[in-house]
């Protein structure tokens, strides 16, 4: 059993993929598939490997025995095979799908647990960025907090790929680059090359440390913004709907987070102005 990939205009594997139709080759050379690289192949039989509608590869077999060819009986042997690898192929990714679902509810307890029996905000904010990088995949995820200070965001948390923990700056106004525009407008925004998008303030940085894929979630609180968390993969594998989905949940118990300190901080203070006023 070999792995191989495939030019897209190429080959008796890719015009079953197209075709999505078996097809038996008695005289390989002669064809118009043939593919100078494989010299020694007489014959092939191939069949698309289906689960429904969606086509998952091709189960290919060739043989270099001269003379040697493939019967509908061989076909109809191979086919029950692709049958057979397009339901453990689909069992696995259920699987892999169902653990992935696990994973990222535990890693939602575990922050929510944090946020409701710590009111040690760095720790919930180590742990959200971690969790993200862990469950997400990412080069790296960072947390942005609103500081009514100085008006600024300021980086509070990091995790990820060590070469890419160094912020390339430390502020973001409201308004900068898609740091402060998720931030004042309350809307995800996602890049699919960040080292190329005028959006994006840190381009020359992502060129150069190869960051692709950005998404930055809002951590918001009803229609306030608190911060803003922002993820990156070197991979350029898009974020679907369903890490958007984790990422706001993450951010909004982050948000939480936030406003547990400070509440706790307003009756502090509270408590204190009571007792100077005895």
Excluded: C
């Excluded at 925004?189 to 381009?203: H, K």
């Amino acid at each position: 059993v070999k792995v191989q990939s495939f030019f897209v205009d190429r080959g008796v594997n890719i015009a079953v993929a197209h075709s999505r139709q078996p097809m038996i080759l008695d005289d390989y050379h002669a064809s118009p598939y043939a593919m100078p690289e494989f010299s020694d192949v007489v014959a092939t039989i191939t069949t698309p490997v289906l689960f429904g509608d969606r086509l998952l590869g091709v189960l290919h077999s060739h043989t270099t025995e001269p003379g040697k060819r493939f019967s509908s009986d061989d076909l109809r042997i191979l086919q029950m095979l692709a049958t057979q690898a397009a339901i453990a192929i689909e069992n696995a990714r259920l699987y892999d799908e169902a653990r992935m679902r696990s994973a990222r509810f535990r890693g939602l307890s575990e922050l929510s647990r944090k946020v409701t029996a710590s009111l040690d905000l760095q720790q919930v904010f180590d742990y959200a960025v971690q969790a993200a990088v862990d469950l997400l995949d990412l080069a790296l995820a960072r947390l942005w907090v609103w500081q009514e200070t100085t008006d600024l965001l300021h980086v509070r948390a990091s995790g990820g790929d060590p070469d890419l923990l160094p912020p390339a700056r430390e502020t973001f106004a409201p308004g900068e680059g898609v740091t402060g525009a998720v931030f004042r407008s309350l809307e995800v925004i996602t890049l699919a090359d960040a080292g190329n998008d005028p959006r994006y303030a840190e381009q020359a940085w992502a060129r150069h440390l190869g960051v692709r894929n950005v998404a930055v979630v809002p951590v918001r609180l009803a229609e306030r913004a608190v911060g803003v968390l922002s993820v990156a993969r070197r991979t350029g594998r898009a974020f679907t709907a369903d890490d958007i989905e984790l990422l706001t949940s993450f951010a909004r118990h982050v948000a939480i987070a936030i406003e547990n300190a400070r509440l706790f901080r307003e009756k502090e203070r509270l408590a204190v102005e009571e007792l100077l006023r005895l």
